[in-house]
């Protein structure tokens, strides 16, 4: 019986021994590999640096509410756009909008001027056609041709600027299938012969003319271009180079679509907000995407030769910035994520794929879910609600898109 006892303690030790090997190896497991959602983000060596040295502003007191984001195509623009709306609408702040585009309120090519201002949205209560006053808006977020002193003119003067961006091939691959293909993806390996084949076309005009041949503004370097460089540069290594160090002076913040949740974390603490300031659902969405082969995707790199320069750039840059976040980078890392999880439980029934819309997912909301939760889920929502406060006419017409949307969501 005692013989029995020292084996069953001895068994014990063991079992208590594995089990204290196991934890160990998760924590460090955790420590050194943060998942993401297509993989690992490596283990970061953090320094620690004073909360005054990260992007050199001044430590956080209170939210900052003034904030420009250039939007770019195809490279999660417009989730990043719909938390920007979201944070602006519950804090009453007024939005920089082209009154002649009611679906986004985007400029695109239409050039922030004074004399273009009777094409702005007026700010919050502000009469329509009070001109001299359309000045001093909060927030600007959304397509436009990137000139820093134009939008300078409208918005305050601490706005803090912003962008992001995504790995070449794959916005040239959304991009291709969104405004050539119109949502209609093929087969795999379909697309990446007609990719291919449109590559090459494009090269040989390239080589025939004395500029470069663009088959589209979305497909030639066109994250570089939404930012500022003439398209007859995107081939210019100098004067690229030039625009990225001009770029880097510029922006605050430079967010990568690879690493969106990583990114954002970065974008709460240059602007001193809360987990719950970057909440999202992902928002203009493809329902399934065609997969590049590794020679398609160099081919893409090589025509994209100014977005790859940029995007390199900007991702080392993003790295370095998150190794100045602090020793608890990874622990935010996993509430947000824990908090995204929660929010898609709270409110989305279902997501379905919708054809009439290019193919794009669709949260449907849960039946009496709250007002937030019909926000949240299509930013068409809650983009109605600010152009409404800006301009009040509208009324009648928003309310029906409120209703439209609503019952397409239950």
């Not at 890392?333 to 794009?360: G, M, S």
């Not at 939760?373 to 309310?399: G, I, K, M, T």
Request: include cysteine.
């Amino acid at each position: 019986m005692a013989l029995n006892f020292i084996f069953q303690k001895r068994y014990f030790m063991v079992f208590c021994g594995l089990t204290t090997l196991g934890l160990l190896f998760q924590i460090i497991f955790l420590k050194k590999h943060i998942i993401y959602r297509n993989g690992f983000l490596p283990q970061l060596q953090f320094q620690h640096p004073e909360p005054t040295t990260l992007y050199n502003i001044p430590a956080c007191t209170s939210p900052h509410n003034q904030l420009v984001f250039v939007k770019t195509h195809k490279t999660a623009s417009t989730t990043l756009q719909h938390i920007i709306h979201l944070y602006g609408y519950y804090r009453n702040l007024s939005f920089l909008f082209n009154a002649n585009d009611q679906v986004r309120g985007h400029f695109r090519s239409q050039k922030l001027t004074p004399e273009n201002i009777a094409s702005f949205l007026p700010p919050i209560n502000i009469p329509k056609g009070n001109y001299s006053r359309y000045r001093n808006y909060d927030i600007f977020a959304g397509h436009v041709e990137y000139n820093r002193p134009a939008i300078d003119q409208f918005v305050k003067k601490d706005a803090r600027y912003i962008t992001i961006l995504r790995e070449p091939a794959e916005q040239f691959e959304s991009a291709y299938s969104f405004f050539v293909k119109n949502g209609n993806s093929s087969n795999p390996e379909e697309t990446n012969i007609n990719i291919r084949s449109l590559i090459q076309e494009a090269e040989l005009f390239s080589k025939f003319y004395s500029r470069s041949y663009t088959i589209s503004g979305w497909l030639d370097n066109g994250q570089i271009v939404d930012l500022g460089l003439k398209s007859e540069y995107v081939r210019d290594r100098t004067r690229v180079t030039q625009m990225i160090k001009k770029l880097e002076r510029e922006f605050d913040l430079v967010l990568i679509a690879e690493y969106f949740d990583q990114s954002l974390l970065l974008l709460m603490k240059l602007m001193c907000w809360d987990l719950d300031d970057i909440l999202y659902l992902n928002q203009n969405v493809r329902g399934k995407r065609s997969l590049l082969t590794p020679q398609t995707r160099m081919r893409i790199r090589n025509w994209n030769v100014a977005d790859a320069m940029l995007y390199d750039h900007f991702k080392a840059i993003l790295f370095r910035k998150i190794k100045e976040y602090g020793p608890t980078f990874h622990i935010d890392l996993l509430k947000l994520r824990l908090k995204l999880r929660r929010l898609n439980d709270k409110c989305i029934d279902r997501d379905i794929i919708k054809k009439e819309e290019k193919n794009t997912l669709v949260h449907l909301v849960k039946q009496n879910s709250s007002d937030y939760c019909f926000l949240v889920s299509y930013d068409r929502n809650v983009f109605q609600r600010l152009w409404h406060r800006q301009d009040p006419s509208e009324a009648e017409e928003l309310s029906r898109e409120k209703t439209y949307t609503m019952k397409s969501s239950q």
